[in-house]
Antibody, heavy 117, light 110 residues
Framework: EVQLVESGGGLVKPGGSLRLSCVASGFTFSPYSMNWVRQAPGKGLEWVSY????????HYADSVKGRFTISRDNAKNSVYLQMNSLRAEDTAIYYC??????????WGQGTMVTVSS | QSALTQPASVSGSPGQSITISCTGSSSDVGGYNYVSWYQQHPGKAPKLLIY???NRPSGVFNRFSASKSGNTAFLTISGLQPEDEADYYC??????????FGTGTKVTVL
């Protein structure tokens, strides 16, 4: 089955760190760019970060630049999002999404990140 | 980068056609043919409906069509069905290596 499965979400205090993982299966992972997209509770979608199949280039939204780091391991069919200096406004469901010509053609089920003291 | 502007809600009766707009600027929607559209049912992940302004991925019903004029993109749902009731989002490449989503539109089938 072709799918993306995220993990690593949870409750973290402001200023803390969390690492999200997304494992792909059912397709050849390495040629595809990957993205992280988030959705705050009751709000719309926000693109977070992008990485090509070769891990370069990498792009970030201004709201997370300098705090979040995207990476991937093609041998493990995985993409990661290291999130540091977390803020309350980072609270959201985080989706990984496969890239298709600047669109997102496959999505995982999401993992919830809550930043609260 | 500000979010693209979509109407908060659009409604229609079964069988009717509705159109959702997505307004940006010459730096995003108007500058590139990289507009895509997504459908999201409550509690579910988004689903790609349209990419590169007008292209439908395999498996997406041809009731969904899209176009662009200047800085505004449009998604049309023809023959509205009860299962089309969902939230719809547009997104565009911005040319500064980022992507921006629309504010989202809630479609209600009356």
């Amino acid at each position: 089955e072709v799918q993306l499965v995220e993990s690593g979400g949870g409750l973290v205090k402001p200023g803390g760190s969390l690492r999200l993982s997304c494992v792909a299966s059912g397709f050849t992972f390495s040629p595809y760019s990957m993205n992280w997209v988030r959705q705050a509770p009751g709000k719309g979608l926000e693109w977070v970060s992008y990485i090509t199949g070769s891990s370069s280039p990498i792009h970030y939204a201004d709201s997370v630049k300098g705090r979040f780091t995207i990476s991937r391991d093609n041998a493990k069919n995985s993409v990661y999002l290291q999130m540091n200096s977390l803020r309350a406004e980072d609270t959201a469901i985080y989706y990984c999404a496969r890239g298709l010509q600047y669109a997102f053609d496959m999505w995982g089920q999401g993992t919830m990140v809550t930043v609260s003291s | 980068q500000s979010a693209l502007t979509q109407p908060a809600s659009v409604s229609g009766s079964p069988g009717q056609s509705i159109t959702i707009s997505c307004t940006g600027s010459s730096s995003d929607v108007g500058g590139y043919n990289y507009v895509s559209w997504y459908q999201q049912h409550p509690g579910k992940a988004p689903k790609l409906l349209i990419y590169e302004v007008t292209n439908r991925p395999s498996g997406v019903f041809n009731r969904f069509s899209a176009s662009k004029s200047g800085n505004t993109a449009f998604l049309t749902i023809s023959g509205l069905q009860p299962e089309d009731e969902a939230d719809y989002y547009c997104t565009s490449y911005t040319g500064i290596n980022t992507r921006v989503f629309g504010t989202g539109t809630k479609v209600t089938v009356l």
